[in-house]
């Protein structure tokens, strides 16, 4: 029998910082959960090493983390250690971002949201760049559009594929919304029996 929850789990500090996000998403109200799709894009630059451009929004993105503290204690430990990752990106902060993230007990519908703004994101959009937008799987681009849908900026996603909004949109709109679900199943857990 395997594993349900494996995919959930972040592999990586970019993965642990999604489901920081999404994690505040679902659980701070609704105009303050606003600020996690702005700041989505912090990821990719702490990824990079550069914190800075996180330090500049540091108002909203402590604010943003805050609430996320107030709305549940026991999201304590991946709110401080998402910030402190997110403005200093570091080996040591990205190891103990993964790990506070892969602690925290969350929903299936948190756990979902995570992987498909994380790592889901990841293959999504690294398949896209591969073979072009036109020729990518549908599967890919139904992963894109629900991603967008949630938490992911739109604009942010043509900027690293490199095209135009307006293509992006009509490629997405033209999927299903639910195609991207059988992307779940594709990895095999490391967790089978």
Same mark, same amino acid.
């Given at each position: 029998?395997?594993?349900?929850?494996?995919? $959930? &789990?972040?592999?990586? /500090?970019?993965?642990?910082?999604?489901?920081?996000?999404?994690?505040?998403?679902?659980?701070?109200?609704?105009?303050?959960? &606003?600020?996690?799709?702005? *700041?989505? /894009?912090?990821?990719?630059?702490?990824?990079?090493?550069?914190?800075?451009?996180?330090?500049?929004?540091?108002? /909203?993105?402590?604010?943003?983390? &805050?609430?996320?503290?107030?709305?549940?204690?026991?999201?304590?430990?991946?709110?401080?250690?998402?910030?402190?990752?997110?403005?200093?990106?570091?080996?040591?902060? !990205?190891?103990?971002?993964?790990?506070?993230? !892969?602690?925290?007990?969350?929903?299936?519908?948190?756990?979902?949201?995570?992987?498909?703004?994380?790592?889901?994101?990841?293959?999504?959009?690294?398949?896209?760049? *591969?073979?072009?937008?036109?020729?990518?799987? =549908?599967?890919?681009?139904? *992963?894109?559009?629900?991603?967008?849908?949630?938490?992911?900026? $739109?604009?942010?996603?043509?900027? &690293?594929?490199?095209?135009?909004? =307006?293509?992006?949109?009509?490629?997405? $709109?033209?999927?299903?919304?639910?195609?991207?679900?059988?992307?779940?199943?594709?990895?095999?857990? /490391?967790?089978?029996?």
């Amino acid at each position: 029998m395997s594993d349900t929850t494996w995919w $959930r &789990q972040p592999a990586t /500090p970019e993965h642990a910082a999604a489901a920081a996000l999404s994690a505040a998403l679902i659980r701070v109200e609704p105009v303050r959960a &606003q600020s996690a799709r702005a *700041l989505y /894009p912090l990821i990719a630059e702490s990824s990079s090493g550069d914190g800075v451009a996180a330090r500049r929004k540091a108002g /909203p993105l402590s604010t943003l983390m &805050q609430a996320l503290i107030d709305s549940d204690l026991q999201c304590t430990d991946l709110a401080l250690a998402c910030e402190q990752w997110l403005m200093h990106p570091s080996a040591d902060t !990205g190891a103990a971002l993964v790990v506070a993230a !892969g602690s925290l007990e969350t929903s299936p519908k948190e756990k979902e949201l995570a992987w498909l703004c994380g790592a889901g994101i990841d293959v999504a959009m690294a398949e896209v760049a *591969l073979n072009g937008l036109r020729d990518a799987s =549908d599967a890919a681009c139904s *992963l894109i559009a629900a991603g967008c849908a949630q938490l992911i900026p $739109r604009v942010w996603v043509a900027r &690293q594929l490199g095209v135009s909004r =307006d293509a992006l949109h009509r490629r997405i $709109r033209a999927t299903g919304a639910d195609d991207w679900r059988h992307l779940l199943g594709a990895f095999a857990s /490391p967790c089978t029996t």
